[in-house]
């Protein structure tokens, strides 16, 4: 399934109906009066958040929502109907901005959370409405409120508790296939991993995690080179960074730091996200090289890092477990959403509207 993240939907609410004018006529009543009713309001668009959906796809084809317009008022005070609202489901972890001026609407996290991004018209009140002392019968109606419309940018940042980064070919695929159910691609050559795959570890009997496995970085990843900013959206939602680093670098450390300088170049609160460091793929050097990478601390913290093969299941539990005892201690908050802080460049944003071909919703 292809794996779309970012889209631009057209959102209009529907429009208020229009009032009446009439008057009454019965048979033995010379003075009915006016009886036109008011127009029925236009139906709102509102998102709901639902956990069953893990991709913006179905916005790749459909971009077109709108809401049913109010029905117009009736002789006899009858006021018009409502139009009915338009509900749109999108994935848990969905931030909608106004597409024209970036302003954030809001920012889906639960399942089942709503968010209405347009209101519908109000409708017309009929002449009814207008009757007054010394106006004994009006003969105008007002026309209904047109309804909300906008551009909206929804963005999907994938929600999970722990997120691998690495370098490409670092063995986040292989871990989280070893940890969860998940099966994303596995291959022995750079930038395998192509979308976020999200898999759901188990430790003990009834406890579980979310773990999602971040297509691999490279140096200037911030500015879009390789797989770029397209993918480090997903970091922010995560509560805990685990950081991959192939046993075989040239430089370890170096890596280290290049991954953290990427993070906080994107957004400078990813940097500061609990983390682990997990030096991978031990089953390729000898025992010398190992021995030399016991000594070794990372950051300002001096974190120790945890050691493992996925291939042959050394310290794979270790981490696991590891990952589960720090979650326990990690606040499950998401970072506001300040303008000046938002680094996300639309170099890769397929949401033009040029092909547009979605049908209405009435």
């Known amino acids: ?34 009886d036109g009713g008011n127009g029925g309001n236009g139906g709102n668009v509102t998102l709901v958040a639902d956990s069953h959906l893990t991709t913006l796809l179905d916005f790749h084809y459909r971009r077109h929502f709108h809401a049913q317009n109010g029905a117009a008022g009736e002789k006899s005070r009858k006021t018009g109907r409502s139009g009915n609202d338009l509900t749109v489901r999108v994935p848990v972890g969905t931030v909608v901005r106004d597409s024209g001026t970036k302003r954030l609407l809001g920012d889906l996290t639960t399942d089942g959370q709503t968010l209405t991004i347009a209101r519908g018209g109000i409708g017309g009140r009929g002449n009814a409405e207008f009757k007054t002392s010394v106006n004994q019968a009006p003969r105008y109606a007002e026309p209904g409120r047109p309804g909300e419309e906008l551009m909206a940018e929804l963005e999907l940042k994938i929600i999970a508790d722990v997120g691998l980064v690495g370098f490409p070919n670092a063995g986040k695929s292989t871990l989280i296939s070893v940890i969860s159910a998940a099966k994303p691609k596995i291959a022995d050559y750079p930038f395998t991993t192509l979308t976020p795959n999200i898999g759901i570890a188990r430790v003990g009997d009834e406890q579980s995690f979310s773990v999602a496995d971040i297509p691999g970085l490279i140096e200037g990843a911030h500015r879009g080179k390789g797989l770029g900013i397209k993918f480090l959206r997903h970091v922010e939602r995560t509560r805990l960074l685990v950081f991959l680093i192939d046993a075989a670098s040239d430089d370890i450390e170096r890596d280290y730091e290049i991954l953290c300088n990427e993070l906080a170049k994107y957004r400078g609160s990813l940097d500061r996200k609990r983390k682990i460091i997990a030096i991978s793929k031990t089953d390729t050097i000898d025992a010398q090289t190992r021995r030399k990478l016991e000594n070794i601390t990372f950051g300002e913290d001096k974190l120790v890092p945890m050691f493992l093969s996925s291939v042959v299941g050394e310290g794979v539990e270790a981490v696991k477990w590891a990952m589960w005892n720090t979650l326990q201690t990690v606040e499950e908050t998401f970072d506001d959403f300040n303008d000046e802080d938002f680094d996300g460049g639309d170099e890769d944003f397929d949401g033009g509207d040029e092909d547009f071909d979605g049908e209405e919703e009435q």
């Open 1 to 34: 399934m292809k794996f779309i993240d970012k889209v631009i939907i057209e959102v209009r609410a529907g429009s208020g109906g229009a009032g009446h004018c009439s008057f009454r006529r019965e048979k033995y009543v010379p003075k009915g009066g006016p």
